[in-house]
Nanobody, 120 residues
Framework: QVQLVESGGGLVQAGGSLRLSCTAS????????MGWYRQVPGKQRELVAT????????NYADSVKGRFTISRDSFKYAVSLQMNSLKPDDTAVYYC?????????????WGKGTLVTVSS
């Protein structure tokens, strides 16, 4: 099993910044993508940003492009999300994700989530 430990999150005013961090441990062999997803009550979990461990290539949701930056520690199975210019619509529970993906399988692991609240 893979364990994901998240830190960061909290309450911030609109326009402010927060940083989320996540470290993976356990059976991490094969993990090749890490990222962040978010979910609000009554809605599906949605992608925020992902980063490939091999080359650092990134993928962002359109709603966060230019405001959020995902980064990785190439020596650890760790990922961070710098969130700037936060908006009330960014309020959600943010989940760290670690994935082992290939043409033959797609194994996903999730953290417990951390709440981000942006006040107007």
């Amino acid at each position: 099993q893979v364990q994901l430990v998240e830190s960061g999150g909290g309450l911030v005013q609109a326009g402010g910044s927060l940083r989320l961090s996540c470290t993976a441990s356990g059976s991490i062999f094969g993990i090749n993508v890490m990222g962040w997803y978010r979910q609000v009550p009554g809605k599906q979990r949605e992608l925020v940003a992902t980063i490939a461990r091999s080359d650092g290539s990134t993928n962002y949701a359109d709603s966060v492009k230019g405001r959020f930056t995902i980064s990785r520690d190439s020596f650890k199975y760790a990922v961070s999300l710098q969130m700037n210019s936060l908006k009330p619509d960014d309020t959600a529970v943010y989940y760290c994700n670690a994935a082992a993906r290939s043409p033959l399988y797609n194994n996903n692991y999730w953290g417990k989530g951390t709440l981000v609240t942006v006040s107007s």
